[in-house]
């Protein structure tokens, strides 16, 4: 009999169900199932493969209550913000459906002239796309529409068979996604759902795919990487981050507590470019504590599937005692509590939304992903201040500055090896733009141009008429 997978209600910590998880030799018939279709899919034309997807788009929108209710059952995440994600989806999907058939259009990038051929026949060189095949998509469970649709519809549009790993916390949401495409059009074997824990993930690596891509901690990507690295196969890694934010001396204070406090809170803090530490200049730094504090006091903790709510329970279990030894940690090593830093006493995964300051570089709070809500302030001195500390991490997901000069905010930023740089605004992704880190965040990017040629491989046609 297969193993099982609890999937637990994070609010309420009832069992939701029990489900069957794949073994290796389930996996196997999986990925043979997908080797076998995905050659007829890369070979239709582009518009029966947009039909599909276009369909998706619309199914999501329809069925919006009932997904988002899903996704609050299974991750805690509040309905409005589950609703958000959902919706959000579609613009993706219209940003890769514009651009799929430039992206795939052979390009002839050289003629030659007639009277050059000398006797031979004219020259042609065109670049042509093709897909990479049968590619694994391995998902986390924070925005599993979000990091799962970066990678899936413009996999799918380019061609490529998908084997899409849910994360286990994320499990019946990733079994929605599968339905909710089959039920579009998308073949049953060119979008397989894996199910199972990080086990399942290792499994669907051992298979002879042909590109794997990867949402999640740095600790997994490695694993992920070092398991890749034999097959020499496209490997994308989206990880994590410890992303600064600084306030300079004429920011417009009040907008920046507002907009920073929901960055480092939005999801309970666990977003890869969560806002998880923050530098402010000193002339402004008791204005915008005081605002920041302001903001934070409003937000309504509760029940996830109240539209009222902002903060609903941290998503897993076991980063509960991760939030608590950072904030232990920061507290012996002389931080203040502003306000939270404990579990609540009530049913569910709660951690009380937690702001420490008087906070340094030698505390865990300030050097490791939180990934929950706690964040720290810490107070500068001046620029450079900001730009040594905002340097001092081995991720590089994003970086915000916060402060009325352009100029200044965009110097600042430069300085800093991330993926994303703000200004004025944090925790933003844009289909339009490319999503990748530096350093321990990861390789390779989603989203953009670049986020559709990366499930294509270029083949050079050098063509001479006889
Ligand atoms: P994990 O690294 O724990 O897991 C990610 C996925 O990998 C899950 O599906 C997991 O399965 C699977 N997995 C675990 N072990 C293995 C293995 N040995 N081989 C193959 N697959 C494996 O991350 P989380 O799901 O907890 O996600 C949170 C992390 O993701 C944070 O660090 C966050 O910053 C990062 N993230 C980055 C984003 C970005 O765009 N840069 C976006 C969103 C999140 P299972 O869950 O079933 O164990």
Redesign the pocket.
């Known amino acids: 009999m297969a193993d099982l997978l609890s999937i637990i209600n994070p609010a309420t910590e009832a069992l939701i169900k029990d489900m069957p998880v794949d073994d290796g030799a389930a996996v196997a018939e999986k990925y043979g199932r997908a080797r076998e279709a995905q050659l007829g899919w890369g070979a239709l034309p582009l518009a029966d493969r947009i039909t599909p997807i276009l369909r998706f788009r619309d199914l999501l929108i329809e069925r919006v209550d009932t997904l988002a209710a899903l996704l609050t059952s299974e991750t805690g995440k509040p309905i409005t913000q589950a609703r958000s994600e959902i919706l959000a989806l579609p613009g993706r999907i219209d940003f890769f459906v514009q651009n799929a058939d430039q992206v795939l259009s052979p390009d002839r990038v050289y003629a030659e002239p007639a009277e050059a051929a000398l006797g031979a026949g004219t020259l042609e060189e065109v670049i042509a796309q093709e897909p990479l095949g049968v590619i694994a998509n391995?998902?986390?469970?924070?925005?599993p529409y979000f990091?799962g649709g970066n990678v899936f519809i413009p996999a799918l549009l380019m061609g490529n068979a998908v084997l899409y790993?849910?994360?286990?916390?994320a499990t019946l949401t990733g079994g929605a996604i599968a339905s909710l495409l089959h039920e579009s059009g998308i073949p049953e074997d060119i979008f397989i759902p894996v199910i199972?824990?990080?086990l399942?993930?290792?499994a669907?690596?051992e298979q002879p795919i042909d590109g794997v891509f990867?949402?999640?901690?740095?600790?997994?990507?490695q694993?992920?990487a070092i398991?890749a690295a034999p097959k020499l196969i496209r490997t994308q890694l989206?990880?994590?981050?410890k992303d600064p934010a600084y306030v300079c001396a004429d920011a417009k204070v009040s907008v920046a507590a507002a907009g920073l406090a929901d960055g480092a809170f939005y999801n309970n803090g666990q977003?890869?470019?969560a806002v998880e530490r923050i530098y402010v200049h000193a002339d402004v730094y008791d204005e915008f504590l005081e605002a920041f504090m302001a903001t934070v006091q409003g937000f309504k903790l509760g029940d996830p599937t109240d539209p009222a709510t902002y903060l609903g329970p941290v998503s897993?279990k076991p980063q509960l005692s991760v939030l608590a030894e950072q904030v232990t940690d920061a507290l012996a090593k002389g931080a203040t509590l502003q306000c939270g830093g404990e579990t609540l006493d009530r049913p569910g995964w709660y951690f009380a939304p937690t702001v420490l300051t008087e906070v340094n570089h030698t505390m865990t709070v300030m050097q490791a992903?939180t990934?929950g809500p706690v964040i720290g302030i810490q107070q500068v001195a001046s620029d450079a201040e900001a730009v040594a500390l905002m340097q001092d991490t081995p991720y590089g997901?994003t970086a915000a500055v916060y402060g009325t000069e352009r100029e200044r905010a965009v110097g600042i930023l430069r300085q800093l090896k991330t993926g994303s740089a703000y200004w004025n605004c944090c925790d933003r992704v844009s289909p339009r733009l490319p999503?990748s880190?530096r350093g321990h965040?990861?390789l390779g990017a989603t989203l953009s141009l670049a986020g559709i040629y990366t499930f294509l491989q270029p083949r050079a046609w050098h063509l001479r008429a006889g």
């Open positions: 391995i998902s986390a469970w924070n925005y990091v790993k849910p994360s286990e916390f199972g824990s990080g399942t993930g290792a669907l690596l990867f949402t999640g901690s740095y600790a997994t990507g694993k992920i398991a989206e990880l994590g981050g977003s890869c470019c897993r992903e990934f997901l999503w880190g965040s990861g």
